[in-house]
């Protein structure tokens, strides 16, 4: 017989940060498309399945989202966690916030090699810096469950 879950103390407050996070990682990737230098592995296929104009690069991003979770359902079969279908609501999220930050960056064009240098320092800084901060943010949310278990 499963054990039923609760659900942990905190979740409302772990789901606006994760959502703030996505979103902040999402403009971060929009800065990386503007400076036109690359983007990150995990964008950049979303992104050239874009430049054939079909598919936004939002798009794009679920769908490639979609298949990684499909893969993982026929490799892990009967081991497969169905708690782990939380990862498509953060597939659409991630990526209709990429395509609203590509449309709010619309009119941001570096006109130098130096400005795009600067576009992808901000990308660069809004994925790393604020991954980081998000993460130390997750584990103080996971030591305060702990102290009040």
């Known amino acids: 017989m499963k054990q039923k879950r609760e659900l942990p103390a905190g979740l ?51 769908l490639m989202h979609l298949i990684f979770i499909c893969l993982q359902i026929l490799l892990l079969r009967r081991q497969y966690d169905p708690l782990q279908l939380f990862q498509l609501p953060v597939a659409l999220i991630f990526g209709s916030l990429t395509d609203l930050a590509v449309w709010l960056l619309q009119g941001v064009n570096a006109c130098s090699y130096l400005g795009q240098w600067a576009l992808c320092g901000v990308g660069i800084l809004l994925v790393g810096l604020i991954a980081r901060q998000v993460n130390r943010l997750l584990k103080l949310f996971a030591r305060q469950r702990l102290s009040a278990a």
């Not at 990737?29 to 964008?43: D, E, N, Q, R, Y």
């Open 12 to 62: 409302p407050g772990r789901c606006l940060l994760l959502c703030a996070g996505l979103a902040i990682m999402a403009l971060g990737v929009a800065f990386s498309i503007k400076a036109a230098l690359g983007t990150s592995p995990i964008s950049s296929l979303p992104y050239v399945v874009s430049q054939f104009g079909f598919l936004s690069v939002g798009t794009a991003t679920i």
